[in-house]
């Protein structure tokens, strides 16, 4: 994808989210925010589970496309040190609100998680939660993720699992078979909410993560819990689905160099 493409990907992901946050972001950052313990994805799966994050305290951590930056919340609450970044100010500005409202502060940045203008080797984990890991180009956001990462440092991401988004339908119900090609997939246009994802095959995940000079250490498919719940906003996966195949998956890699 070239650089105007990923700017026009940028500037339509940002209308639908400026949209999508006066909608419902600060009641389910408020939330967020005021969790205990660190929830992975649709389910909250608690890091004392899945334990995929690595000591914290003292960390330099660029969080890319953060959204209303809960996960920056919880990182700095155990020590790290977070610059969260996302291109919607609309999410920033509620972001911003939480950390008024519970003291939690940590930087907070306006910017393309595939250009960030951050300097180089300056942190020690990148992370995204449904960020960057799903709005941008894999191509260009994992390219700047090891720029911005130092020697050995971690990248953790959370998206949707490729088979996800192999039995997702138009409507956005997933369905219980296979309903696109893998072969092919990469970017999809939402042609209702205008935005634009990015989805990959493991294989493709692979490859750009090692041409990136990165290593990949885990590859954790999150299965939802016994108790699960439809949840409130993300409606398009039933919990009994996340219960028999792999709704979201984790990807944690080290940059080798
Ligand atoms: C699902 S939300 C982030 C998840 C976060 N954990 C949360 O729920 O608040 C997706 C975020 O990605 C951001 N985003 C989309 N494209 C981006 C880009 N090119 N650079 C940085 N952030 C981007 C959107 O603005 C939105 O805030």
């Not at 608690?46 to 496309?65: F, I, K, Q, T, Y």
């Not at 911003?96 to 960030?116: K, P, S, W």
């Not at 192999?166 to 072969?183: I, K, M, N, S, Y």
């Not at 290593?215 to 016994?226: D, R």
């Amino acid at each position: 994808m070239s650089s105007s493409e990923a700017t026009e990907a940028a500037s339509r992901n940002r209308a639908l989210w400026t949209r999508l946050n006066a909608k419902f972001a600060d009641a389910n950052a408020r939330a967020q925010w005021a969790r205990e313990e660190i929830g992975w994805g649709l389910w909250s799966i608690p890091e004392s589970d899945v334990r995929v994050l690595p000591e914290l305290e003292g960390l330099d951590v660029v969080e890319l496309g953060c959204g209303t930056a809960y996960v920056s919340s919880w990182l700095a609450r155990r020590g790290a040190r977070p610059v969260a970044l996302d291109v919607t100010p609309a999410q920033l500005d509620t972001a911003r609100r939480m950390q008024a409202q519970t003291g939690i502060e940590f930087a907070l940045v306006e910017a393309d998680a595939v250009a960030t203008g951050l300097p180089d080797a300056s942190f020690d984990l990148a992370i995204s939660e449904y960020g960057a890991s799903i709005w941008c180009d894999p191509e260009l956001w994992i390219r700047e993720a090891a720029r911005l990462l130092r020697s050995r440092g971690t990248l953790l991401f959370l998206c949707d699992s490729t088979l996800l988004t192999l039995c997702g339908a138009d409507d956005d119900h997933v369905q219980e078979r296979l309903v696109r090609p893998q072969f092919g997939m990469y970017r999809f246009e939402d042609a209702e909410g205008g935005g634009v994802e990015f989805h990959l095959a493991h294989g493709e995940w692979i490859r750009i993560l090692r041409d990136n000079g990165f290593v990949v250490e885990q590859l954790i498919e999150v299965q939802a819990p016994e108790d699960a719940a439809t949840h409130e906003i993300y409606d398009y996966v039933t919990p009994e689905w996340g219960r028999r195949w792999p709704a979201e998956e984790i990807w944690k890699a080290r940059k080798w160099s």
